[in-house]
């Protein structure tokens, strides 16, 4: 089952269109107690558009072939070529029926792609390129078919078959065995086939469509999770609903089926009417799930199922282009949360992910743009920039065309392209033609990496009442990409008096000011925007909303933030001032503990730090994400040479600082917020209980906490309540930890998505223990490597959300990592090639750090038969270095 590492560079510019034409696939399964046969009748046809090809050039990998004819007649040897990943059809004619049988193993499939188990059941996951591992077939998104699907298996070991469509007929064999038809009337390409066979249990809904379709909705899981499916099937229907009204999009066929499986690589998929989930995107009981993951669960239940338009009526003409579904439907789901929740808490989320894990991703040896030129494993490219920065471009159209203007594009887009497989400069066209402008030069943010840096700089002519903002933009070259060009950066912005008061503008030219809030437009290396009768000199308010995914470099005082930070009409940007307040207190700590300093805590923080917690007026969800300093990973990104150990020293002195000097207004906030008697998971209870647990944290960091934390624990009726003074007692290593570890353990042993919290917990628990602790976890019952919930729970959490575990100065972190990545990457490449991108930053910590990282990727890159997937990983990291020396 050994991939060969010698896989060759695939490239954008090398696309052609496949010279065939499939019209139709008809597949018959044949599940048996330890093989599958899959027999494919392949109806094939020129494709008239194209050079004439002699071979149908099919994809097939770790299967074995019983028999190929060709309209009926059995084809010997050298009627075809087979390779370890493909088969070549000689001399086929101009139209033809091809049959095909081959035997695959899915009981011994660990990749978690192709078909393979998971409990009792068999399922597939076939994006991007897993059905070639169920039968020989061009194996790419732009062949797209119709899917009529056959499912035969023994009744009572696989009760419910599922696949594609409409279900159109079922029966019963002698001997035990049962069959069921399904029909997909939408032709799609491979990715989107889906079949699920087993022993499952489902709850079911209705939906009726504005135009009067009515359809069924189910959920499918393992019998002993069904009272925890409610959420989903909400969530389900609301998506279903929020899609109508603001896209006017509607669902197209009769049945529509979830199903969660604990074992899964990515978080879900959303093929053709049978999503298939990861059961952590599923399953919410309020003592199973915290907020976080009430919310995930309605974000990716929305995410998969408006891809049925944005990805599955319009697909991707190859894998270049996967940010043209991606980058549209996380924007799409991003647009969902926000009008279901706080937009401006669910806007400051997004970003604070986009800085902390995709800013580094533009800065490291994976440096990519969002739409790739390049790649050896397409697995490797399903990244936080194809989709969390594809969003951010997509959010952009948005702004710069406004909500009418950009459905307008859409509208254009669909009416173009339903049923295509198409291409990123297809999407942009439809909005450009559809709003009669030119987005020419937008059109680099697709072909160009790297974070770009906006410059802020202003003048102020007191006697003229002129006041001119400097913007400039430049982007660092990054590891695939020396030659940057200037981009179009949509700048929102204002002007606040110094006692934060909104100040109306009026740019030069226009006859009177409107309105307090500007789109200001950079589309050249720089451009100086002049404002007039300007009463005082302003104190400048950019970015708002976010309104670019760029790096910001304006040089704000300290009493400017504030100001911004109390009085600035904009939420991120009141945010973002916080963040940058509290930003510079830790780092000036860091540099003053390397020279043996001692720490200070401005009072100007303490101050801010007190108005937030005495502002009643917000939503308590903002005051929290306010309230919360920024991340040590965050942090690092931003520093030249990243010091572990100073960054988490300087961020624990501030946080508790703040907490021992606001501790009476940190208890009452608490207080407050405890008042909630009964659970509920409405917005406003979410929001109440993030407020109270960010507040909980701080507490902990004086005598107070451990008393409150211990009586949350034992009072509470919910998971996040339950997590957050769990895991306060555990990262600070209270007496009771130890004990609260141990019954929390006792009672959900049994569960695993919640156990994945427990392993969680203990992985990221700082400090140089943390490489024991993690082997002790690894040896748990009730971790499995073969399982990706529990690698990321444990050997994800450990090497990326545990700074100073993880980069213990003696190296022992790194080498158990690689261990991990090494023992992984026979079992399961794509999360091996994951759980690498850990290495990724190397380059920029300590001589001594960036040693003990290269040895380890120089001995993972020494590994036999090591899968593509974590080689294209190794060896781009370890290219790097070329740069550094
Ligand atoms: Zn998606």
Redesign the pocket.
Same mark, same amino acid.
């Given at each position: 089952m050994k991939n060969s590492t010698a896989r060759k560079i695939v490239r954008r510019v090398e696309y052609t269109p496949y010279p065939w034409i499939l019209d139709h696939v008809v597949l018959r399964f044949e599940i048996g107690d330890d093989t599958t046969r899959v027999l494919s009748r392949l109806h094939i046809r020129r494709n008239d558009a194209c050079a004439p090809a002699a071979d149908i050039d099919l994809d097939g990998q770790d299967m074995e072939l019983i028999s190929v004819s060709l309209d009926g007649l059995p084809l010997d040897d050298s009627g075809f070529t087979k390779t370890s990943e493909q088969l070549l059809i000689h001399d086929a004619p101009a139209s033809c029926t091809l049959e095909i049988e081959v035997q695959i193993e899915p009981l011994k499939n660990t990749t978690l792609t192709g078909l393979y188990p998971s409990g009792d059941f068999l399922l597939t996951q076939c994006e991007a390129e897993g059905f070639r591992r169920i039968t020989y077939f061009p194996d790419r998104p732009d062949v797209m078919s119709r899917y009529e699907v056959t499912l035969v298996a023994d009744k009572a070991r696989y009760p419910v078959l599922l696949s594609n469509g409409n279900s159109v007929g079922s029966g019963e064999f002698e001997g035990g065995r049962h069959w069921v038809r399904w029909d997909d009337p939408f032709a799609k390409p491979s990715y989107l086939f889906a079949l699920v066979a087993g022993h499952l249990s489902f709850i079911e809904d209705q939906f009726t469509t504005t135009s009067g379709r009515n359809v069924t909705l189910r959920v499918f899981v393992e019998p002993e999770n069904l009272d925890r499916c409610d959420h989903a099937m909400e969530s389900l229907i609301h998506s279903m609903k929020w899609d109508e009204d603001r896209f006017g999009l509607e669902y197209d066929l009769d049945i529509y089926n979830i199903v969660a499986t604990n074992d899964f690589n990515m978080g879900a998929m959303?093929n053709k009417s049978l999503n298939i989930f990861n059961s952590k995107y599923v399953l919410a009981r309020p003592d199973t799930a915290t907020d976080l993951d009430y919310q995930g669960i309605e974000g990716v239940i929305g %995410?998969?199922y408006f %891809?049925n338009w944005t990805?599955n009526r319009v697909t991707c003409q190859d894998w270049f282009q996967l940010t043209l579904?991606?980058g549209l439907?996380?924007f799409r789901d991003q647009e969902f949360s926000s009008d279901m929740h706080s937009r401006a808490v669910k806007r400051i989320r997004d970003v604070r992910a986009l800085r902390s894990r995709q800013f580094p991703e533009d800065a490291g040896p994976m440096s990519h743009p969002i739409r790739p030129d390049k790649y050896i494993e397409i697995n490797n490219f399903y990244t936080m920039t194809v989709?969390q920065k594809g969003a951010e471009i997509i959010r952009m159209y948005h702004t710069l065309l406004g909500e009418d203007g950009f459905q307008k594009g859409i509208r254009l887009y669909f009416q173009r392209h339903d049923g295509m497989a198409v291409t990123c400069d297809d999407f942009m066209a439809a909005m450009a033609d559809a709003n009669g402008v030119d987005l020419g030069r937008f059109g680099r943010w697709y072909g160009q990496s790297g974070t770009p840096e906006l410059k802020v700089s202003s003048s102020y002519d007191a006697d003229a009442k002129i006041y001119t903002l400097h913007l400039s933009q430049v982007t660092p070259s990054t590891h695939d990409q020396s030659n940057k060009q200037p981009l179009v950066i949509p700048v929102a912005m204002g002007l606040l008096s110094k006692d934060g008061h909104a100040l109306p503008l009026r740019l030069q030219g226009e006859q009177e000011g409107t309105g307090s809030s500007r789109l200001l437009v950079l589309d050249e290396e720089q451009q100086s925007f002049v404002f007039e009768g300007v009463e005082e000199r302003p104190i400048p308010s950019v970015l708002r909303g976010y309104s670019a995914p760029v790096k910001i470099d304006c040089p704000y005082s300290t009493a400017e933030l504030a100001v911004l930070m109390a009085h600035d009409s904009d939420a991120f940007v009141r945010w973002d001032s916080a963040q940058l307040l509290s930003q510079r207190e830790i780092l000036g700590n860091v540099s003053r503990l390397v020279e043996g300093a001692e720490p200070v805590l401005a009072p100007e923080l303490v101050d801010a730090y007190d108005a937030l917690l005495a502002d009643l007026d917000s939503d308590p969800g903002l005051v929290a994400e306010a309230l919360a300093l920024p991340g040590e990973d965050y942090l690092a990104e931003v520093m030249p040479v990243v010091d572990v150990d100073g960054i988490h020293a300087a961020r624990k002195f501030v946080k508790s600082g703040l907490a021992n000097a606001l501790q009476q207004q940190f208890l009452q906030r608490y207080t407050d917020m405890c008042t909630d008697q009964v659970y509920s998971k409405d917005p406003v209870s979410m929001a109440r209980r993030s407020l109270k647990n960010i507040c909980l944290s701080f507490l902990l960091e004086t005598a107070s906490g451990e008393g409150l934390a211990e009586a949350q624990l034992a009072g509470s009726d919910n998971m996040t309540d339950t997590l957050a003074a769990l895991q306060g007692l555990v990262w600070v290593e209270a007496p009771a930890a130890e004990t609260a570890l141990q019954s929390f353990e006792h009672q959900w042993r049994d569960d695993a998505l919640v156990m994945d919290k427990w392993f969680s917990i203990q992985a990221s628990i700082p400090g140089e223990h943390a490489v024991g602790r993690v082997k002790t976890l690894l040896d748990h019952p009730g971790f499995s490597i073969s399982n990706p919930n529990k690698v990321r729970s444990v050997i994800g959490v450990f090497s990326m959300m545990n700074p100073t575990g993880f980069h213990t100065a003696d190296g022992s972190g790194y080498r158990l990592h690689a261990d991990q990545v090494i023992a992984l990457d026979s079992l399961n490449p794509q999360m091996a090639a994951r759980m690498t991108g850990a290495f990724n930053s190397w380059t920029r910590y300590d001589e001594n750090r960036r040693n003990l990282m290269r040895t380890e990727l120089k001995r993972i890159a020494a590994v036999q038969n090591l899968s593509p997937d974590v080689s294209e990983i190794v060896s781009n990291a370890i290219g790097m270095d070329k740069n550094n020396k």
């Open positions: 959303e %995410h998969e %891809h990805g579904k991606e439907t996380v989709y």
